[in-house]
């Protein structure tokens, strides 16, 4: 599975946009994750990506790409138990 994030749900995105303005340019953010491990009914990222970029007529000039992948998880079970005391809860 792969989720790609629009540009424009990135956090103070219009100052992104001003920014590439100013330099009579237009951000091309390219944000991803993919899921390729699967246990026990929950996805895990495997790969995160980024880019930033800003196009300036037909010419694209990468500013910064990152690429982390995500590998060697580690799983392991975490249990909890509740006591309730039904006097308790009748006095709230």
Known sequence: ????????????????EANAKGHNAKPAISFLIEYDYYKNGLRFPSKLYSEEAYRKGTTLKIESSMIVTLTDYIYYNVESKFDIDENESEKK
């Open 1 to 16: 599975m792969r989720v790609e994030f629009l540009q424009q749900s990135i956090f103070n995105f219009d100052i992104i």
